[in-house]
């Protein structure tokens, strides 16, 4: 069998997970009521570990639908999100225009774009078909990329101005998102560019 980098991934997460597994409903609803408290108040790096840590939390509630259980009081400002009742949490990532803001309860759509205030919303669509461009560069096909006269030339170029859109959201975007949720995340990685969290500076 060949490798699947994204099934290892999820393998590692898994085990990963195992911690949180042990865990009984209320203990784990208890430690992310007490996390979301922590989070609160800034904008955090998807690669952050203790975003990392409640993402991992947050599968297992969701897979045991501790949020409709109400065991915890949840940190008074998190509004309930609409696709799976856990508090809002929104991920920005590049699918913004596709999927809204992300949840990292249940993968849905935390926050979808139409529910964007109007004076943020040109910003994101913006930095987002900006963004679809850049990272088309590495789905280009033979044709295209032999139309250029060199491809990993034009790749890294890519990565770069993904860097640069990257920590765009992350200094002005995500801000911008805090006014309206108590905490916010941003996605700072692209696979597909090659582009890690080190990358993007602030
Ligand atoms: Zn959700
Ligand atoms: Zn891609």
Redesign the pocket.
């Known amino acids: 069998m060949g490798h699947d980098p994204e099934m290892e991934i999820d393998s590692l997460w898994n085990e990963y997970g195992e911690v949180f597994r042990e865990f009984d409903d209320l203990t784990l609803a208890r430690w992310m009521a007490q996390t979301l408290g922590q989070l609160r108040g800034r904008v955090w790096r998807l690669s952050h570990p203790l975003v990392g840590c409640y993402r991992l939390a947050a599968r297992t509630a969701n897979e045991r639908q501790v949020w409709l259980k109400r065991l915890v009081v949840v940190p008074a400002d998190y509004p309930e ?1 609409a ?2 009742r ?1 508090p809002v949490l929104p991920l920005l990532t590049r699918d913004v225009l596709q999927c809204g803001l992300g ?1 990292l ?2 993968d ?1 759509t ?1 926050v979808p774009l139409d529910e964007l205030p109007p004076d943020l919303l040109p910003m994101i669509t913006d930095w987002a078909e900006q963004y679809e461009k850049v990272h088309a560069v590495a789905h280009w096909d033979q044709a295209q990329q032999s139309s250029v006269a060199d491809y990993d030339q034009e790749f890294d170029a890519a990565a770069e101005k993904a860097e640069e859109l990257l920590s765009l959201a992350g200094r002005v975007l995500a801000p911008r998102l805090l006014e309206l949720y108590p905490a916010v995340v941003w996605e700072d990685q692209d696979e597909c560019l090659e582009v890690q969290p080190e990358d993007i500076k602030l």
Do not use: D, I
Request: hydrophobic share 20%.
């Open positions: 999100s696709c799976c856990a949840c309860h249940c849905g935390a």
